[in-house]
């Protein structure tokens, strides 16, 4: 049995998490060496007696084997940090996962990637903006990598896809999970047009510290990550720490200094980050990649229909958070006929939508 498929079986054993297999990696010559040490050696190795005492019952090669049927019924991929597949971009970061879970096409994992991560909840301006660069950077060359959550990472994918461009999809759940929900439908758009990939066995229970830690995966198979939208307490910054921390390029993306979801991206580029107006913004720091072209392309920043200063105005106190016709006519000032006729004014331009109980919102 080949030394990967080694790792792979001590990988799915639950409870053996990466500081385990580093020791192991770093303590034998070869994993081969497990089939034959007992619990008694594996806890001079440095191991509980629990954790040694699992190993030596569990990993042996006719589970490894039906292990590996599993997944291949399930057309899931397994590469190892032993396999020329895995990526080197992700080699190369301090923490690098053992195994990635794949669906889908796993060349992208060769392509030059883009980050590109945000807020749950976007504005419109949001929404807008990670639209806009998303193709225009699948235009450029690049793939899209962000990690399927509501909202931003959302946005970037389909807007990808919408323009046949290439995308990746990490996970903070395992493999064989969907979350969020609703995401289904696009989840298996990009298995079948793009890659979805995790580091997390089929079967691995799902919780929030997972996350986090899918953000560094994100950040590691980038040349650099774009924040678009984000407050100050957001986890796409967690993903901008990861970047720096694998001295990645790190992106913002400018926004209000009165909106709580631009402060986040706001204090990134307060702090070095380079602000981003257009895709060639990002380009231009890539321009050949292992001899990849990257060209720069016919990019303009982006515009929202002009409104006018009525407009404007009604607009920013919709675009924070869904709000009433009532709570609008009281914040404004106006009366209840201008007020409806500049509500239907942006109804028309199609930058805020209406709600059941007359609520608007922002598009």
Not at 37 to 66: E, R
Not at 130 to 155: H, N, Q
Request: net charge negative; aromatic share 6%.
């Amino acid at each position: 049995m080949e030394e990967n498929m080694i790792l792979f079986g001590l990988h799915q054993l639950e409870g053996i998490g990466a500081r385990t297999i580093h020791v192991l990696m770093k303590k034998l010559h070869s994993l081969h060496e497990l089939f034959t040490l007992d619990k008694q050696d594996l806890v001079d190795l440095g191991l509980t007696q629990d954790k040694a005492s699992y190993i030596a019952q569990q990993l042996t090669p006719d589970n490894i084997d039906a292990w590996l049927e599993g997944y291949k019924q399930r057309q899931i991929g397994i590469i190892t940090i032993l396999d020329p597949e895995y990526p080197e971009l992700l080699k190369e970061t301090p923490a690098p996962p053992w195994v990635l879970y794949t669906i889908g096409n796993t060349s992208l994992l060769q392509e030059p990637s883009i980050g590109m991560v945000g807020t749950r909840v976007p504005t419109a301006y949001g929404k807008k903006v990670s639209e806009f660069l998303s193709r225009d950077l699948c235009g450029a060359g690049f793939t899209i990598v962000s990690g399927l959550a509501r909202g931003i990472d959302s946005c970037c994918h389909a807007a990808a896809l919408q323009v046949q461009g290439r995308t990746i999809a990490v996970l903070g759940t395992g493999i064989h999970a969907i979350y969020p929900p609703e995401n289904r439908s696009l989840h298996e758009e990009i298995a079948a047009k793009g890659l979805v990939i995790s580091e997390y066995p089929i079967g691995t229970k799902s919780h929030p510290g997972l996350f986090p830690q899918r953000n560094r995966i994100i950040a590691g198979l980038s040349l650099g990550t774009v924040v678009v939208e984000a407050d100050i307490k957001s986890g796409s910054l967690i993903t901008a720490d990861a970047a720096l921390e694998a001295s990645r390029e790190v992106f913002a993306v400018p926004g209000p200094i009165t909106s709580p979801k631009s402060l986040g991206a706001l204090n990134l580029i307060r702090q070095g980050a380079k602000l981003v107006m257009t895709a060639n913004d990002i380009i231009e720091e890539f321009q050949t990649w292992n001899r990849v072209s990257l060209q720069p392309i016919m990019a303009e920043p982006y515009s929202s229909p002009e409104l006018t200063s009525d407009e404007l105005n009604v607009y920013r106190l919709i675009e924070p958070a869904p709000i009433g016709f009532d709570e609008l006519l009281e914040k404004c000032e106006s009366n209840f006929g201008h007020l409806h006729s500049v509500l239907l004014s942006l109804l028309i331009k199609k930058v805020i939508s209406q709600l059941p109980g007359s609520v608007y919102i922002a598009n």
